[in-house]
Structure formats: structure tokens, C-alpha cells
């Protein structure tokens, strides 16, 4: 009964080193790749509420405030042709500057 | 006394002074003629289409005032005109101009009957530290098909508006 035992054992370890010198031989492994560590800037550096608009410190990249302020840019050339396109329509020129004695 | 008087105001218009007593001289831009306070002087400027004048004070003119007088051809109708964007197009020209204040245009006609639109605007001119006022009167002349601009500009502006009352009163068209 301890031979057979014995011989059970010897078996199973032949199979196991031959099952393992197979997989090295295909170029597989079973080991884990190293790990990784990736490293974020923590939120706590940029403060809770990181400030926004013309005074932030970095750029954050197309916000409401600078969308508001391109329309009011718009708003304001379109005010501008409106104004010029009167004074043509009324035959002015140079209205700012005319009969203003400095 | 009240007859002293007409006949005194009387002998003074024919004098060459204005109802408001000052001496004055007859000026013409073209077919419009009118007349301006006797010491004022002209310089006349072209551009786009359009004819002016302007006259300033030939002494000393603590106030910077002067009276531009602009004949402007019509780009629009005098039908379209005189139905009422007279008003909308002169505010909106005078409210271009740097810091202006505009107030509330309002019809106005003159003795000789030419009508129009007036507006007072508060402006700031580029380069110039101080704010200066303007009232400007556009008339609409029949016989011509332009327009009769009539701008009072100054620093610290005369509250009778002499220069310009003059000039408007006396404002005709004389096409030959």
C-alpha cells in the first residue's frame, strides 16, 4: 500500500514538471505582469472648487464665460455695422469727428 | 413803448440781425442758403457724396463750439424717409459715437417749412479728455431729394442755442 502510494506520488511529479517545461516551451506564462502604478494629480492639489473664467490659473479650455463674452463681442460688431450702415444711409462720415473743435 | 419797440426790432432785422438780436451773414452750400453769426468762419470739407461746412467762432471760443452744415444725398426714398426711420437712423448713428447719450428724437419743422428730426446726444470725441454735447437736425429738402443735416457741437454748450437757431430759422433752398 506505501509503495503504491509512493509511486501515485512520483507519477503525478512527472507529469507536472513535464506539463510545465511544455508551457515554457510554447513562450506562455503564468506569472502576473508587474504592476503599473498611475499616478493622477490629486484633486485635493487643485483645490475643491478650482476657480474658472478669465482668472483661472490654468487653462480650462472653452467655458460659459468665454462663450458670453464672444457674444457680446458679436452683439456688439453687429450694434457697430448697424450704426455705420445709419450714418451711410443719412450720408455721414466721420460723424465722431465732425465740427468737434479741440 | 410797444410800437418804439416793433419798429426798433424791425430796423434791426433789416440790419442784418437774426430774430434773437445777433448780426449775422448769409452763407450758401450749394442750393440751401441761410445765415450764421456775422463773426463765425468757414471751412468746407467734401467726402462720399456729401457737402459741408462748418463754422466756428473766428475769436476766441472758450466754449469749442461750431456749426456743421452737411447736404447729404438720400439713399432711401423720401417716402420711406418721412414714414418714420428718419428717427430710427439718426439715433442710431449718433449712438455709435464714444460714451453717447442720446435722447428721444423728435419731429421738428422749421418757419421756412422744411421738416426733420432732432436729437441731443452727449459724446465723448477720441483723443479728447472732456465730453462734448451735439443736437443735430436732419431736414428733408422736397425740392432737392437730399437731406439738410444741421449739427451744433461744443464742450460747454451756449443754452440758447444761438448759432444753431440761427442758422435754422434762416435755413431756405434756393435751387437756381
Not at chain 1, 25 to 52: C, I, M, Q, Y
Not at chain 2, 90 to 96: I, T
Request: hydrophobic share 40%.
Amino acid at each position: 500500500m506505501g509503495k503504491v502510494f509512493w509511486l501515485v506520488v512520483v507519477v503525478l511529479s512527472v507529469l507536472l514538471v513535464a506539463s510545465r517545461s511544455r508551457s515554457d516551451d510554447l513562450g506562455t506564462t503564468t506569472e502576473a505582469p508587474p504592476s503599473v502604478e498611475l499616478s493622477f494629480p490629486a484633486k485635493a492639489a487643485l483645490g475643491p472648487n478650482p476657480p474658472r473664467g478669465p482668472n483661472a490659473p490654468y487653462d480650462v479650455g472653452p467655458t460659459e464665460a468665454v462663450h458670453d463674452e464672444y457674444a457680446a463681442a458679436s452683439e456688439e460688431r453687429a450694434e457697430v455695422t448697424k450704426a455705420e450702415m445709419a450714418a451711410m444711409l443719412l450720408g455721414l462720415h466721420a460723424l465722431g469727428a465732425t465740427g468737434v473743435v479741440p | 413803448v410797444k410800437r418804439l419797440a416793433l419798429v426798433l426790432l424791425g430796423l434791426a432785422s433789416c440790419d442784418g440781425a437774426d430774430s434773437s438780436g445777433i448780426e449775422t451773414q448769409d452763407v450758401r452750400l450749394g442750393p440751401i442758403a441761410f445765415e450764421v453769426p456775422a463773426e463765425w468762419q468757414r471751412t468746407n470739407t467734401e467726402a462720399g457724396g456729401a457737402v459741408s461746412a462748418v463754422w466756428t467762432p473766428a475769436t476766441a471760443n472758450e466754449r469749442k463750439e461750431s456749426v456743421s452744415v452737411i447736404r447729404s444725398p438720400l439713399r432711401r426714398t423720401r417716402e420711406q424717409l418721412v414714414q418714420g426711420d428718419l428717427a430710427t437712423l439718426l439715433a442710431g448713428a449718433q449712438g455709435s459715437l464714444d460714451g453717447a447719450r442720446v435722447s428721444q428724437v423728435t419731429p421738428i419743422s422749421t418757419r421756412r417749412g422744411l421738416t426733420g428730426a432732432r436729437i441731443d446726444v452727449s459724446f465723448q470725441p477720441e483723443g479728447i479728455a472732456r465730453r462734448y454735447r451735439r443736437v443735430h437736425v436732419v431736414l428733408v429738402d422736397a425740392e432737392t431729394s437730399r437731406l439738410v443735416h444741421v449739427l451744433y457741437t461744443a464742450a460747454t454748450p451756449d443754452e440758447d442755442l444761438t448759432a444753431l437757431h440761427t442758422v435754422l430759422e434762416s435755413l431756405r433752398s434756393e435751387e437756381d
